[in-house]
């Protein structure tokens, strides 16, 4: 891989395109909880927490295990996210076009492609975008994503709009 200093002369170079997707907090970490906070297993490897865990207790959890699936998405200093194309997730499909089209990528091929993977990460998909009011039925728990992912809703544009 690149050493820190070689991926600072990348970020700062305007040659270089910068891409992220990053996803709306609620509905990452619901989707986080359901595909690995439900599962004592994985709660204990990573955790230290050899029991499964309601919702709220995971959202209290989370603030002290830090884990790639459940962290905060902005990682880098704002500046760099300003200088990138950022994709939303509930989004994914116009902005991948619009990311391979600025590369040079896009062409009958890969739409070709794109169309029939579709089915690719069914398998793997936990859905929480169906959930959202199921977990998110009171303030408080979005209240408490707000305040842990205030740099996510902040850099990227997400509305804090509860849900109803």
């Known amino acids: 891989m690149f050493d820190n200093c070689k991926i600072m002369e990348m970020m700062n170079d305007e040659q270089w395109l910068k891409a992220a997707f990053v996803r709306e907090p609620r509905e990452r970490i619901l989707s986080s909880y359901l595909d690995k906070g439900q599962h004592r297993h994985v ?27 459940w962290d905060k998405q902005f990682r880098a200093p704002e500046y760099f996210y300003k200088q990138m194309m950022v994709g939303k997730f509930s989004e994914i499909s116009s902005y991948t076009e619009r990311l391979l089209k600025r590369i040079g990528a896009w062409n009958e091929k890969v739409q070709n492609w794109l169309k029939s993977s579709k089915h690719i990460y ?4 936990t859905h929480a975008k169906n959930k959202l009011l199921t977990y998110y039925k009171d303030t408080r728990n979005q209240d408490l994503i707000f305040d842990l992912f205030s740099d996510d809703y902040k850099v990227f544009g997400f509305d804090r709009i509860y849900f109803k």
């Open 43 to 69: 709660m204990n490897v990573v955790c230290k927490i050899n029991r499964t865990v309601a919702f709220n207790e995971f959202l209290e959890i989370i603030k002290h295990c830090r884990n790639g699936h």
């Open 122 to 125: 069914q398998p793997h998909a």
